[in-house]
Nanobody
């Protein structure tokens, strides 16, 4: 019922910026919460930033609180993640997720996922 299409990943040098996009379609209630997760090789999937699409609340992991900004365009049903001052540690596959959850950064609770977009930061 819900589809998520991601774009905006790429390769940048340390200190650079990227903006990720996640176009959503389907039942609106089923995507009350939307979030960005990332997973590096050999590491667990971790939450980066989340958004309540009705209330406008934002949620950030400590590592993203200063450098990243999450936003949502209601007219376009699109979630964004503006990433500035990128570091090699940010290198990972980034995934967009949507659902009705109890914990914003609890990956198993999300019902819908995008295909992922690769972000690579070189030093």
């Amino acid at each position: 019922q819900v589809q998520l299409v991601e774009s905006g990943g790429g390769s940048v040098q340390a200190g650079g910026s990227l903006r990720l996009s996640c176009e959503a379609s389907g039942d609106r209630v089923s995507r009350t919460y939307m979030a960005w997760f990332r997973q590096a090789p050999g590491k667990e999937r971790e939450g980066v930033a989340g958004f309540h699409t009705y209330m406008g609340n934002t949620y950030y992991d400590v590592s993203a609180r200063v450098r990243f900004t999450i936003s949502y365009d209601n007219a376009k049903s699109t979630l964004y993640l503006q990433m500035n001052s990128l570091e090699p540690e940010d290198t990972a596959m980034y995934y967009c997720a949507a659902g009705v959850v109890n914990r914003v950064f609890s990956a198993p609770e999300y019902n819908y996922w995008g295909q992922g977009t690769q972000v690579t930061v070189s030093s």
